[in-house]
């Protein structure tokens, strides 16, 4: 059992490699790179744990629980649920399911609600890292909001400001840290 066997959608679920993928995205190569996002919604972790910090924990918690092969975790997915849940030294709560990659057979996602994330849907996110992106960060007026979601991102647009409280906050949680 290593970091090796988790399966781990980095660009889904956690804040700090979000945004180091951030810096090499443009305009034109905006969309593609988002389509990984899907439709639905996510947790996002916006703790300090790097991604090394929290596979490291992970796999040491499996370990000392004695599921260090994969049979071993499957058996044990299988007598409770299907998934486990831990909780990381900040607090943070992460859910363990089974992977369908080969040899990844840990799909580790945070937990909803935890402590350190934020819920969020698809096409928020895609609006936010759009935004980044296009303007910087900087908070688009409806107009340049409804173009991007509409031209760049092929969404539909919002009606007011007033509904993007949401948008407005993951867009922050994307800045700060």
């Not at 089974?98 to 057979?105: F, L, T, V």
């Not at 799909?107 to 969020?120: F, G, K, N, Q």
């Given at each position: 059992m290593n970091a090796?066997?988790?399966l781990f959608n980095a660009l889904k679920h956690h804040r700090g490699f979000i945004r180091r993928q951030l810096t090499d995205v443009t305009e034109q190569t905006l969309p593609e790179r988002l389509k990984v996002l899907g439709n639905s919604q996510m947790d996002i972790y916006y703790?300090?744990?790097?991604?090394?910090?929290?596979?490291?924990?992970?796999?040491?918690?499996?370990?000392a629980a004695?599921?260090?092969?994969?049979?071993?975790?499957?058996?044990?997915l299988k007598d409770h649920g299907g998934y486990i849940e831990i909780t990381l030294s900040d607090?943070?709560?992460?859910?363990?399911?089974?992977?369908?990659?080969?040899?990844?057979?840990?799909?580790?996602?945070?937990?909803?609600?935890?402590?350190?994330?934020?819920?969020?849907?698809?096409?928020?996110?895609?609006t936010a890292l759009a935004c980044m992106v296009i303007l910087e960060g900087r908070q688009p007026d409806l107009a340049v909001l409804n173009h991007i979601r509409q031209s760049v991102l092929e969404l539909s647009?919002?009606?007011?400001l007033e509904q993007c409280e949401h948008l407005w906050k993951v867009m922050k949680m994307l800045e700060a840290g």
């Open positions: 090796d066997n988790i703790g300090l744990l790097d991604l090394p910090d929290i596979f490291r924990e992970v796999t040491d918690q499996l370990i004695g599921l260090s092969d994969e049979a071993g975790y499957l058996q044990h607090s943070s709560r992460w859910i363990l399911l089974h992977g369908i990659e080969p040899g990844r057979y840990v799909h580790l996602h945070p937990a909803r609600y935890s402590p350190h994330s934020i819920r969020v849907k698809a096409t928020v996110l895609k647009p919002v009606k007011d």
